[in-house]
């Protein structure tokens, strides 16, 4: 339960970087998103939720959308990340790494100097 | 081919009634952006049935499961878009002391059962402005209705006196020019005047009592609404409308 919590509220926070990220390779329509996030189970858990997610991108000027006819079905909503998504990307890789190391070496002392007495 | 017809429609049911579920959950969002999650979501099953094997309710059911509930979607929209979630009745409670406390105090000393109505989380703000404007407007009414009659009645008072002028010439000197043209015009000045005088003084009546009922309608209201809440923002049944529509 408080794992799960904890999950949770991690992945919240990098949800929308991943995304951004996913979309700096190219751009994607909602569900083709969900689909390249649902190989990773452990960041997307409710599917719809992506949704709201790309709604909040798109206010803040991250994402752009441009709707296109799809060759089954309704017209398909393309995102694809502004030049101030670029921006947010990269400020957030380096605060990522800068945090995932802090993380690591914190949790990998006990192991490194068990390891070498 | 009949066959097929009758699982497309609960098909289509299905997918329905899930995103009129999302609609209700998300009644709190602004229209424009619930409706671009709607629109979102149905995109999206479209896109997750087409690219499934089969299109029965099954694999409906599996795709809705996938999504996620109404309710999961409802709570994560409103974090992720920061939007504070709105208090039920049953996050509220109870009305407590507070509130009843706000009825009497209105009916009986209303600035303080008012001020203590705005203090109380129970009631939503449109029904404590409407209950102050209640208040507020009963006496502003009879304020109004006050300064009207001083202002009516003085000039009833001039026009008496202009009027009694001719009457009393009429009766002193008994000229032969100035009684023909006020004999028969008196009767309906008469009535005039009359009606000039009661006139603001029927309407000062209701006014006059509305001094004590207007605390005691603000209260009346107060009370009616502790009984019906009422649903915060949007009405369901605009927001199952909208899916209708789009």
């Not at chain 2, 105090?105 to 102050?132: D, E, F, M, N, Y």
């Not at chain 2, 000229?175 to 009767?187: Q, S």
């Amino acid at each position: 339960m408080d794992t799960n919590a904890l999950l949770t509220q991690m992945r919240r926070g990098a949800l929308e970087y991943c995304v951004l990220g996913l979309l700096a390779r190219g751009e994607a329509y909602g569900f083709e998103l969900v689909q390249q996030l649902g190989q990773t189970p452990v960041l997307l858990t409710s599917e719809g939720t992506i949704y709201p997610l790309l709604s909040r991108l798109h206010r803040e000027g991250l994402v752009e959308t441009e709707w296109r006819e799809s060759p089954s079905g309704p017209p398909r909503k393309y995102y694809r990340v502004t030049p101030a998504g670029e921006v947010a990307l990269e400020a957030f890789r380096e605060q990522w790494r800068a945090f995932r190391d802090a993380v690591d070496s914190i949790l990998q002392t006990g192991k490194a100097e068990t390891g070498a007495s | 081919m009949h066959e097929s017809a009758r699982p497309d429609e609960a098909v289509q049911r299905l997918i329905a009634t899930y995103l009129e579920e999302v609609a209700v959950a998300l009644a709190d969002l602004p229209p424009a952006q619930r409706r671009e999650i709607l629109d979102d979501l149905r995109a999206h099953i479209a896109d997750a049935l087409a690219a499934a094997p089969e299109q029965n309710e099954a694999a409906v059911r599996n795709i809705l499961d996938r999504m996620g509930t109404p309710d999961d979607l409802a709570r994560d929209a409103r974090e992720r878009l920061g939007i504070s979630p709105p208090p039920t009745a049953a996050a509220l409670g109870e009305p407590g002391l507070l509130e009843y406390a706000a009825i009497v105090l209105t009916a009986l000393l209303w600035p303080i059962g008012i001020l203590l109505a705005w203090s109380s989380a129970w009631w939503q703000t449109r029904h404590k402005v409407i209950a102050t404007l209640i208040g507020v407007l009963g006496i502003m009414a009879v304020v109004f209705g006050l300064i009207s009659f001083t202002v009516v009645s003085g000039t009833s008072v001039t026009a008496e006196v202009v009027l009694d002028v001719p009457v009393y010439v009429g009766e002193g000197t008994p000229t032969a020019e100035a009684t023909p043209p006020t004999g028969p015009a008196e009767p309906s000045r008469r009535f005039w005047r009359q009606v000039g005088e009661a006139g603001p003084r029927i309407l000062v009546l209701p006014l006059i009592l509305l001094i004590p009922a207007s605390p005691l309608l603000s209260a009346g209201y107060l009370a009616y609404r502790l009984r019906h809440p009422g649903r915060r923002r949007s009405r369901p049944r605009d927001v199952v409308g909208a899916v209708h529509a789009t």
